[in-house]
């Protein structure tokens, strides 16, 4: 009894391979498969460039939210102050910030001062956000102090001065070494009412935070310096809190508030910017969704492709079945075809999104240049760069994506080959 050879023998290979290679005259579709290889070189790339980028963007997003702001601000509601309007100011700040420090994952709490001014230097004005802070405080802001390449002038000298973000200093034409006049509308109260307070500072650090809105308005004065010009005698408005853990800061609101008064409250960087990164979220899945219908209508070239090879074939596979190729041979010959087209074109693809991905910051110069320079507002989308993170479980999306929706689709027109009588196909022959 003759044994039947194994699935996905040689020669089964050696037909496939025979197939794939052959010119338009001799039978083949050669013209089809480069069509099929290039369709989803590209919706494979396009996918793995456009996760790689979103992944980038939200990683850069959160960085700069966590690395510049709050991880958890705590508030003190309103109450009735001794002048008999109503405050929200905390007194006894340092008995918070010890409260706060000693709770677990807390890497640290600082009281602050906050208020909005007009900042003024050489005719020019900006608007500005003023957080008054200790100078120990302000160098444990990762994305304000400790960044040096992109910083100008000494944070050791925060305490005689003021630091400011690079788009402040760029909107006011200053630089460190630089005063400016800051010109807050609540000043000294006086028999004629209540004063402008104007007072002049010394520029002594520029920072980058990587944020443009938060460069472009953000100034921090000495937390006394602070209380002063704010008319916050004694008192902070808020308390800084840093975490081990930003990403899991729901976590942390339970133990914050059982260490604190009743009076306290919180909100985290996740109130905060949560509409923002939901947003973000469904733009991820609904491009995942519409580059994976590219990638689909791509892989079927490859059924085009493959019915017309089984039309040009048909009188080799009639002659193949009658020395004795069973149907399921027949089938695995035309599925090799399908199937190399989708692997070597998904290979190329992954290649191409790899190189894309890693090489961004190039490309986007050379867009940038060819555009004549505001290929990218910062002013738009918040951060100075494209980013992209290239991250393994997204390749594995992309290739597991691509090599099933070709495999599945190259099933089909195999089946109609293997199922061809081989009498019709040698009828005219």
């Keep these: 009894?003759?044994?039947?050879?194994?699935?996905?023998?040689?020669?089964?290979?050696?037909?496939?391979?025979?197939?794939?290679?052959?010119?338009?005259?001799?039978?083949?579709?050669?013209?089809?498969?480069?069509?099929?290889?290039?369709g989803i070189t590209l919706a494979v790339a396009a996918l793995i460039i456009t996760l790689s980028v979103r992944a980038g963007f939200r990683n850069e997003f959160v960085s700069t939210?966590?690395?510049?702001?709050?991880?958890?601000?705590?508030?003190?509601?309103?109450?009735q102050n001794e002048n008999g309007g109503t405050s929200r100011t905390i007194s006894d700040y340092e008995?918070?910030?010890?409260?706060?420090?000693?709770?677990?994952?807390?890497?640290r709490a600082a009281p602050l001062v906050r208020g909005q001014v007009m900042a003024s230097a050489r005719s020019s004005n900006a608007g500005v956000d003023v957080y008054g802070i200790s100078p120990e405080d302000l160098k444990?802001?990762?994305?304000?102090?400790?960044?040096?390449?992109?910083?100008?002038?000494?944070?050791?000298?925060?305490?005689?001065?003021?630091?400011?973000?690079?788009?402040?200093?760029?909107?006011?034409?200053?630089?460190?070494?630089?005063?400016?006049?800051?010109?807050?509308p609540n000043g000294a109260k006086t028999a004629f009412g209540t004063a402008p307070r104007v007072s002049t500072f010394e520029v002594v650090?520029?920072?980058?935070?990587?944020?443009?809105?938060?460069?472009?308005?953000?100034?921090?004065?000495?937390?006394?310096?602070?209380?002063?010009?704010?008319?916050?005698?004694?008192?902070?408005?808020?308390?800084?809190v840093m975490i081990t853990t930003p990403d899991d800061?729901?976590?942390?609101?339970?133990?914050?508030?059982?260490?604190?008064?009743?009076?306290?409250?919180?909100?985290?960087?996740k109130d905060a910017s949560g509409s923002f990164l939901r947003a973000l979220t469904i733009e991820d899945n609904v491009m995942f969704v519409i580059l994976s219908v590219l990638v689909l209508i791509a892989t079927m070239n490859i059924v085009s492709g493959l019915i017309m090879l089984v039309k040009n074939k048909g009188s080799d596979i009639g002659i193949l079945r009658t020395i004795g190729l069973s149907q399921g041979s027949v089938l695995r010959v035309f599925f090799i075809c399908g199937a190399c087209t989708g692997v070597i074109g998904t290979l190329a693809g992954v290649t191409l999104g790899c190189l894309f991905a890693i090489y961004i910051d190039q490309i986007m110069a050379l867009v940038n240049w060819m555009n004549g320079g505001g290929a990218w507002d910062p002013s738009i989308r918040g951060i100075y760069a494209l980013p992209a993170d290239l991250r393994a479980i997204d390749i594995f999306k992309a290739v597991s994506l691509s090599l099933g929706l070709s495999f599945i689709v190259t099933i089909f027109p195999a089946r109609k080959a293997a199922k061809m009588n081989p009498v019709e196909a040698l009828r005219y022959e």
């Design 140 to 184: 444990t802001i990762p994305r304000v102090a400790q960044d040096p390449d992109f910083a100008m002038g000494d944070i050791n000298r925060f305490s005689e001065g003021i630091a400011i973000g690079s788009g402040v200093a760029r909107d006011l034409g200053v630089i460190a070494g630089d005063k400016i006049k800051l010109i807050s």
């Design 65 to 79: 939210i966590v690395g510049a702001n709050a991880h958890v601000t705590v508030y003190s509601t309103a109450y």
């Design 1 to 38: 009894m003759r044994q039947s050879p194994p699935p996905f023998a040689r020669f089964e290979w050696k037909i496939a391979w025979a197939y794939l290679r052959a010119r338009r005259e001799e039978g083949g579709v050669s013209a089809m498969t480069w069509i099929s290889l290039i």
């Design 205 to 240: 650090y520029v920072f980058t935070a990587g944020r443009y809105d938060i460069d472009k308005t953000r100034v921090y004065m000495p937390f006394d310096e602070a209380q002063r010009y704010f008319n916050r005698q004694g008192v902070a408005d808020e308390i800084e």
């Design 95 to 107: 008995d918070w910030a010890e409260r706060l420090n000693s709770v677990e994952d807390v890497v």
């Design 249 to 269: 800061v729901e976590q942390m609101i339970a133990p914050i508030l059982q260490n604190m008064p009743n009076t306290a409250l919180v909100w985290t960087w």
